[in-house]
């Protein structure tokens, strides 16, 4: 986040880490104190999505992701052109989108 940018945090990325994992699929939910984050992935043909890495944030860091997500798109589309985001799909039909739950 640009948060960390500023305090000049000296941040470790592990090799493995930095190979990072795909996803096609987000599940988010909360509870009165955290939200969680659930990254998987899903083949087409395949019934079952592996989730691939959990994430848990304060409500707080939630809203800061948040932000900083919608920052980081709005600059995106400015350099690259709209991203179009086709009509909600289903998995099993053309493919996954990411959501929440």
């Known amino acids: 986040m640009a948060e960390i940018k500023k305090v000049g945090l000296d941040i470790d990325l ?8 795909y996803s096609n699929l987000a599940i988010i939910s909360h509870s009165a104190s955290e939200f969680i984050l659930d990254f998987a992935a899903i083949l087409p043909g395949v019934a079952k ?4 890495s ?8 939630a809203k800061r992701l948040l932000l900083s997500l919608q920052e980081n798109v ?8 709209k991203i179009e985001i086709s009509k909600h799909q289903t ?5 996954p989108v990411m959501g929440e739950a």
């Open 14 to 21: 592990d090799e493995t880490v930095a190979q990072g994992a």
């Open 49 to 52: 999505a592996k989730v691939k």
């Open 54 to 61: 959990r994430i848990i944030l304060t409500p707080e860091h």
């Open 74 to 81: 709005t600059r995106y589309e400015s350099d690259m052109g």
């Open 91 to 95: 998995p099993g039909t053309s493919g």
